[in-house]
């Protein structure tokens, strides 16, 4: 059974750096075609997706949030870490990983862990 | 930018068909998939790669993609079918649609 789990919700101040861990069981991420990533919904609103680690190592930012975003894997340890820097309230949400698939550059995510709820305020 | 447009809500009476679509440039040259999300939940994968079915997805629940639409089908539309589906593929950068409320009426 493959299971994803996001470390506890948090409260951030503006300017802050965030770190959330996704700690996953049932999968290797040294398997080849695995991979893990990270999504985010503001409350009320769409999905937004952020960053993306394969197997290889190879690492895929969101376009307009790549200068903020560093996502990195403990193979060891079954967990992957996304920091995301200069936090402000507009990135109040809450923040999922998901195992994914992928087909050359097809990718798909399931599952999905439950989600953790980031709060920015001072 | 690739987006991907998904109209914001759709609506269908229980056992009738729904149709909610996901339009991008060229989607069709790429796979598209499909995630449910109810309220309070996380998302679930319903399709991927266009019209497959992940196991303990129900039949009624099909995909397909061409030109610029990729379009999610659910025949036989249950009460329980009522949730957000947002669509989603890749180009450079995975992107997702702005999602679709299903209401079953």
């Known amino acids: 059974q493959v299971t994803l789990r996001e470390s506890d919700p948090a409260l951030v101040k503006p300017t802050q750096t965030l770190t959330l861990t996704c700690t996953f069981s049932g999968f290797s991420l040294s398997t080849r075609e695995m991979c893990v990533s990270w999504i985010r919904q503001p409350p009320g609103k769409a999905l937004e997706w952020l960053a993306l680690?394969?197997?290889?190592?190879?690492?895929y930012y969101s376009t307009s949030l790549r200068t903020r975003l560093t996502i990195s894997k403990d193979t060891s340890k079954n967990q992957v870490v996304l920091t995301m820097t200069n936090m402000d309230p507009v990135d109040t949400a809450t923040y999922y990983c998901?195992?994914?698939?992928?087909?050359?550059?097809?990718?798909?995510?399931?599952?999905w862990g439950q989600g953790t709820r980031v709060t920015v305020s001072s | 930018s690739f987006e991907l447009t998904q109209p914001p809500s759709v609506s269908v009476s229980p056992g009738q068909t729904a149709s909610i679509t996901c339009s991008g440039d060229?989607?069709?040259?790429?796979?598209a998939s499909w995630y449910q999300q109810k309220p309070g939940q996380s998302p679930v994968l319903v399709i991927y790669?266009?019209?497959k079915r992940p196991s303990g997805i129900p039949e009624r629940f099909s995909g397909s993609n061409s030109g610029n639409t990729a379009t999610l089908t659910i025949s036989g539309t249950q009460a329980m079918d009522e949730a957000d589906y947002y669509c989603?593929?890749?180009?450079?950068?995975?992107?997702f649609g702005g999602g679709t409320k299903l209401t079953v009426l």
């Open positions: 790669r266009d019209s």
């Open positions: 989603q593929a890749w180009d450079i950068i995975v992107v």
């Open positions: 060229k989607l069709g040259n790429t796979y």
């Open positions: 998901a195992r994914g698939s992928r087909d050359g550059y097809n990718f798909w995510f399931d599952p």
């Open positions: 680690i394969d197997w290889d190592g190879d690492k």
